[in-house]
């Protein structure tokens, strides 16, 4: 399943969701955070992906943020202008970078990070869905590749 099209129509919207999906605080460096699980707000990025804010706002700047994929879902080869870091906590994942077409598949725990501008595609390869936590210093965008 690839989700330009998709990834497109969602960052039309994306100033809807960010500002309905914002954490109940930014990110303090000198105040310790606790953010439960039961507290997290999912809203759907597109049909197939959900985000929830942890810190920040995804589209706004430095921000973290959990995401859930479906199974056997690939996002497509694209950019994003700021880096990003992120952590498999659920299901299988890979992060082709260009045109790689053996990547490591990723369990949980795992971690990977992606430079501004770099070609990749981020995919669930499990049978189940899989959870992630990323962050960055910039807000969230997507440009498919060409």
Known sequence: M?????????LIAMPVFAGAASAEEP??????????RESLTYFALNDAIRMAD???ALAEGMHGTFGKFPAHFDAGLHTHTGAYRGV??????????GEETNPP????GSYWYVPAGMVHSTACVSDEPCEFFFYADDGFDFHPAE
């Open 2 to 10: 690839k989700m330009t099209t998709l990834v497109l129509s969602a």
């Open 27 to 36: 990110l303090d460096p000198n105040k310790p955070m606790v953010v439960q």
């Open 54 to 56: 942890a810190y920040g």
């Open 88 to 97: 498999v906590i659920k299901g299988v994942m890979t992060n082709p970078f």
């Open 105 to 108: 598949q990723m369990e949980p």
